[in-house]
Nanobody, 114 residues
Framework: QVQFVESGGGLVQPGGSLRLSCVASGSIFSIYTMAWYRRAPGKQREWIATIVSGSTTMYADSVKGRFTVSRDNAKRTVYLQMNSLKADDTAVYYC????????WGQGTQVTVSS
């Protein structure tokens, strides 16, 4: 069963940057269309970015132009480079397939605050 371990979160000032990583178990990671999600305090989990097996990417309007998703299939890892962070980006960040049909990891907390 595929499992995900997210890391790289932390406390950052507005305008700062973070790079999140998500390592997947299992040997068929390369076939999955992967996605990043986040859950802000008091809100439902929302989709923010997708990367297909190649390099095609899609982003939610709220992060477009600031966040970049990438992947390294050999390392079974998907990344989320987050720039120009805002207070509204404060959330727990998760990765999963685009269907969200695998077991969710613990996520990684991102807090944007001065």
């Amino acid at each position: 069963q595929v499992q995900f371990v997210e890391s790289g979160g932390g406390l950052v000032q507005p305008g700062g940057s973070l790079r999140l990583s998500c390592v997947a178990s299992g040997s068929i990671f390369s076939i999955y269309t992967m996605a990043w999600y986040r859950r802000a305090p008091g809100k439902q989990r929302e989709w923010i970015a997708t990367i297909v097996s190649g390099s095609t990417t899609m982003y939610a309007d709220s992060v477009k132009g600031r966040f970049t998703v990438s992947r390294d299939n050999a390392k079974r890892t998907v990344y989320l480079q987050m720039n120009s962070l805002k207070a509204d980006d404060t959330a727990v960040y998760y990765c999963n397939t685009i269907q969200g049909d695998k077991t969710w990891g613990q996520g990684t907390q991102v807090t944007v605050s001065s």
